[in-house]
């Protein structure tokens, strides 16, 4: 994987730095690159999984997220190389894809991946419309960095506490205006 990081960041030098020409580049590897990057996020899913995944290795995992009243919180993507969910980089991400596909749709459309991206940016608002259970209630995270990080197991096998930590009137934060710019889309 070092590898994989190390060709791709000297490409992008040789690109901005006027070493190569972008336009020389094979349409094909643009193509393949949109295509890795939404299995990528096919791959990170929580919940259960459609069968058109595309990612055999992967199954249903984490079906028990529950908020602190029994709400369920399955769904979304877990973050990085961990199974913590964390709704405020989650909207994140799915705002940029958003803008994404808003500036650049055709490009998806020629690389025959703008159904997959815009199942990608489902994915993550489906979930957000679980987390937010109440008019002034919005789960913000699920499952604890600490327990995820002593756990080396696929998230099909986890069996440890996964607590729902929420903002509400009582706990308030400025997580709610990421939420409201994404599902604006």
Known sequence: MKYFIHFYTINTLLILFGWANPIQLDLDSYK??????????KAQRSGHLPDTTGVSW???SAL???GQNGEDLSGGYYDASDYVKFSF??????TMLSWGVISYEQGYRAAGQYENVL???????????????SKNEFY???GDFDIDLDYWGR?????MSRPAYKIDEARPGELWYSFKGVLAF
Request: net charge negative; proline share 2%; hydrophobic share 40%.
């Open 140 to 142: 913000g995270q699920v």
């Open 89 to 94: 980089t989650m909207a994140f991400t799915t």
């Open 58 to 60: 992967r199954g249903d």
């Open 64 to 66: 028990d997220d529950h």
């Open 155 to 159: 998230p099909e096998d986890m069996n």
């Open 32 to 41: 393949r690159v949109i295509k890795m990057s939404l299995l990528f996020y």
């Open 119 to 133: 199942d990608a940016i489902k994915w993550a608002t489906d979930y957000f419309i679980k987390c937010h259970v």
